[in-house]
């Protein structure tokens, strides 16, 4: 089976990395590329193809649940899911078209593992 091919965004470089180690360490993900910006996720979005993009919540600009909204509006689009520091009941996810939301506090390979098997189970 081929690794899952995975976009980070995240507006702060020390995020970025953090959570590029955790796709890195974990077995069967690959980190293809990584955003600061939900602008800029559009764009890697459309010309890499990702399997998986990990959105941070609170971009500048474009915030993460609008992104979310427009990466997941396209033909086969990748899985999304949410990362903040953020309370999960502070906004609404799947409104945004996240299939899961992950508090960055916790965010490790288990999590990541447990998200993308929890949102391409066929019971989903």
Known sequence: MADVRVLV??????????????VSATDGFV?????PT?????HVVARLRPDLVLMDVNLPGMDGLEATR???AVDDPPVVVLLSTYDHD????????????LPK???GPDLLA???????????
């Open 90 to 101: 502070e906004f609404d996810v799947t409104d945004a078209g996240a299939a899961a939301y």
């Open 38 to 42: 939900g602008e800029a996720s559009l």
């Open 114 to 124: 447990a998200a993308w098997a929890a949102a391409t189970s066929p019971h989903r």
């Open 105 to 107: 506090a916790t965010f």
């Open 31 to 35: 980190l293809v590329a990584s955003a």
């Open 9 to 22: 965004v995240d507006d702060q470089e020390p995020f970025r990395r953090a959570i590029a180690a955790v």
């Open 70 to 72: 427009r990466i997941t």
